[in-house]
């Protein structure tokens, strides 16, 4: 049988056999199993050249029983309105994870910005904002950035948001430039996130950070902080990527000349000739192995090759559940992605929290509060693994959806 690769109807198995672990029935499984709203909208864009081109946008509410939704837009070729969903339901996951007052929420927008200049960029993400504005708000549903969208497209998409409701509104959006209200630490935070739980992992597995090999799939903004990340602390960066390909030096590569001459999507490979591929660069001799670039990249097919004894999913869905088998079976410890990048929306709620209070946090608050919630977090989670039998990939999702569950159980829901 074909190895199932949607990752909405995954995502939907887990969440599942998590409630079913938890003891709900199955009216909860009815209730979360997907968005309970979803909308999609035509958004027609002047281009450059005067024509107008017509990008279609979606947007996903998984659940708000325990808050708001929370969760990024991004701007991708290959946004499709089931991948919104699963998206949009693994922020539910994560802020439970991470015990946020917030449920999932998710939004893309069918395009290619690396194909765009800055200005149609800019409208298109004005347009995006008029197109859901009736959906979203600071106490509704809260976006933030994601795969291809930064700091700047916030900046608009706050601009255009304050506009439509008359008064300034930085509450509307997370991941906006500091002097917008954003929060220090925020850029990085997904990167940090993922180095807590990669430094927690390591520790579990008696392996030292120091001169541990580590292999990073993607340079956009998690790969490239976190490289710098571990280059710091002293671990051997010996494989990183792009879209394009992968450089692989079992020597530890020169990371600070990668980041100083990648490109801000994160492009670095075509600058060298001698790379290898993706798949090539996964199966690489390695202690740790973090995917993280896009989906369905360790699978059935390769899953029985991957060296490392660790796997940490800075991506989200990097890893199929065939291969979470395997890999669990080989005894690798698999930190599954709504643990690992759950960091950027810690951060994501500690700059709503500073722009519902008006009050702003220093580096090092907003840091400290990141450690113990990541920290927490991954302990939990590890414990219930261990003491439920269960992988870690289920016990983030039987922590994670529990929040929810609860809060809809509350108002009546179920
Ligand atoms: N897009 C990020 C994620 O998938 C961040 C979401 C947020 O900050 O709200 O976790």
Known sequence: MAE?????????????????????????????????????????????????????????????????????????????????KALAMWMTLKAGIVDLPYGGGKGGVVCDPRQMSMGEVERLSRGYVRAISQMVGPTKDIPAPDVYTNSQIMAWMMDEYSRIREFDSPAFITGKPLVLGGSHGREKATAEGVTICIKEAAKKRGIDIEGARIVIQGFGNAGSFLSKFLHDAGAKVIGISDAYGALHDPNGLDIDYLLDRRDSFGTITTLFDNTITNQELLEVDCDILVPAAISNQITGENAANIKASIVVEAANGPTTLEATKILTERGILLVPDVLASSGGVTVSYFEWVQNNQGYYWTEEEVGEKLHTTLINAFNNIYETAQTRGVNMRLAAYMVGVRRTAEASKFRGWV
């Open 4 to 84: 199932n690769l949607n990752l909405f109807t995954s995502t939907q198995n887990v969440i599942k056999e998590a409630l079913t672990k938890l003891g709900y029935t199955e009216e909860m499984y009815e209730l979360l199993k997907e968005p309970l709203r979803m909308l999609t909208v035509r958004i027609p864009v002047r281009m450059d050249d005067g024509s107008t081109k017509v990008f279609t946008g979606y947007r996903a509410q998984h659940n708000d029983a325990a808050g708001p939704s929370k969760g990024g837009v991004r701007f991708h070729p290959d946004v499709n309105e089931e991948e919104v």
